[in-house]
Nanobody
Framework: QVQLVESGGGLVQPGGSLRLSCAAS????????MAWYRQPPGKERELVAT???????NYADSVKGRFTISRDNAKNTVFLQMNSLKPEDTAVYYC???????????????WGQGTQVTVSS
């Protein structure tokens, strides 16, 4: 079985920083794009940042210059460094990855369980 597990969420004051991690585990053959999404309270899930297997990145306008997505391909892990956090960054953060399990011929989109980030004084 293939799964994604996030960690690193928590409570932080405005202006502070957090680093989220998401590790893929199981019988993985290959990982393509990885991404972070978030779902603020009472709102729909939105894309935060993406990173390709080659390391190309894209960001939502709301986080450009403050958040950085990166990945460690050797450890099947994606990170989200969040700086200058604002109350409006409060959300459940989810990682996703396009992966192929060793027992499958096709790629699938997998999701983590989510980690809460709260920005409040």
């Amino acid at each position: 079985q293939v799964q994604l597990v996030e960690s690193g969420g928590g409570l932080v004051q405005p202006g502070g920083s957090l680093r989220l991690s998401c590790a893929a585990s199981g019988r993985i053959s290959s990982i393509n794009d990885m991404a972070w999404y978030r779902q603020p309270p009472g709102k729909e899930r939105e894309l935060v940042a993406t990173i390709t297997g080659a390391g190309s990145t894209n960001y939502a306008d709301s986080v450009k210059g403050r958040f950085t997505i990166s990945r460690d391909n050797a450890k099947n892990t994606v990170f989200l460094q969040m700086n200058s956090l604002k109350p409006e960054d409060t959300a459940v953060y989810y990682c996703s990855a396009v992966m192929r399990a060793s027992y499958s011929l096709t790629y699938g989109n997998y999701w983590g369980q989510g980690t809460q980030v709260t920005v409040s004084s």
